[in-house]
């Protein structure tokens, strides 16, 4: 059979563009330490500007290059983060709704925190030895690259510790609103734990939107409780969900189960089981995989973060499909099974005993 030249053509550009595929992140974790996005916006006006106006916003003492600054715009406006203005002999650029996910809100938070913590030496070093998950998968690549694991690690480096935990409250916040925004699951709870709640801030941004809870136990490891500022109606319990679990009439958590493998997250489920009185739920918010591949923005940022996990923190911790998450709740002892899509990324699972 005579091949396609063009065909052929297409097929050449694509692996081309995938095998340099690196500059895209590496832009974008350029731009975020350049505070970019923040001197784009300056306050809403996003008005378009060009590299070297950018440039005297990021570096007001002066310097820096504005083609290279350019250089960088320009590609990342092929990925939908800068929108582009050609006239006038000049490329202005301003930020589309993707770019405007980096601007700095009130809070301090922005998506950007979350492009900084993936592109840390630590895990850079990582990236080359994904196919050694492949070839022996008790290791993950983090370890390999790093002596040991991600968690482990990051308890010893405050910095950055700090970086994660601010990356995950900038996505963190905009997640919990669209969730109390469109899931009641929390009306009939009079005693809810968080399970991994860090800080309590989720806890409290629930509470306050259901005052029939009139308990909120924030649970995780004791050295991250030690840390967690005092919240009315809320408190922080130290210990080991592996173990145990406190009993409530709800147990909360958030991007918990996804870094375990199966044996793992059916222990931690049956820990859960144990805690709840009868019609007692578990509500988890985790990254639910399609059931079929395709090209979609979604399907490829929950495939992208699933290869993300087996990298950096477990070799066989993954993202799962509605059925595995519901085979493995009915292995615990769960009766009752609902998901509710309230984000893109995200899903709110409801297991009931």
């Excluded at 998950?133 to 290791?139: C, G, R």
């Excluded at 899509?341 to 709110?348: L, R």
Aim: hydrophobic share 40%.
């Amino acid at each position: 059979m005579e091949e396609d030249p063009d065909s052929r053509k297409q097929a050449r550009l694509a692996i081309l563009e995938l095998a340099n595929m690196i500059s895209v992140p590496m832009s974008l974790n350029a731009v975020v330490r350049l505070n970019v996005a923040d001197a784009v916006w300056e306050g809403g006006s996003n008005a378009p500007l060009t590299a070297a106006q950018i440039l005297a916003r990021v570096i007001p003492t002066g310097g820096g290059d504005a083609e290279n600054l350019q250089r960088v715009l320009r590609m990342l406006a092929s990925y939908g983060v800068f929108e582009e203005h050609v006239g006038g002999g000049e490329r202005k650029y301003s930020l589309t709704d993707v770019g405007k996910t980096l601007v700095t809100d009130e809070q301090g938070l922005s998506y950007g925190s979350y492009v900084l913590q993936h592109h840390q030496d630590a895990l850079m070093r990582a990236w080359p030895l994904v196919h050694e998950a492949i070839v022996d998968p008790s290791k993950e690549p983090f370890e390999r690259a790093n002596g040991e694991g991600a968690y482990d690690y990051y308890l010893k480096k405050p910095e950055m510790n700090e970086l994660m935990l601010k990356a995950m409250s900038g996505v963190s916040v905009p997640f919990m609103k669209a969730l109390l925004g469109s899931y009641n699951g929390f009306q009939n709870a009079e005693k809810l734990v968080d399970v991994g709640g860090s800080g309590g801030d989720c806890l409290r941004m629930i509470m306050q939107k259901y005052p029939n809870i009139k308990e909120g136990l924030n649970f995780d490891l004791p050295e991250v409780v030690a840390k967690a500022p005092q919240i009315r109606g809320v408190t922080h319990v130290g210990g080991d969900m592996f173990k145990y679990i406190p009993q409530a009439d709800a147990i909360f958590m958030k991007w918990v189960l996804t870094t375990w493998t199966d044996e793992e997250v059916k222990h931690i489920m049956s820990n859960c089981y144990k805690a709840l009185p009868a019609g007692g739920k578990l509500i988890a918010c985790e990254p639910v995989l399609p059931e079929d591949s395709d090209d979609s923005h979604r399907t490829r940022a929950l495939l992208e973060g699933d290869i993300f996990v087996m990298t950096i923190y477990r070799a066989k911790g993954k993202h799962r499909t509605e059925e595995q998450f519901k085979q493995l709740a009915v292995s615990a002892g769960f009766n009752l099974f609902k998901a509710f899509h309230v984000d893109h990324f995200y899903a709110v699972l409801e297991f009931q005993k």
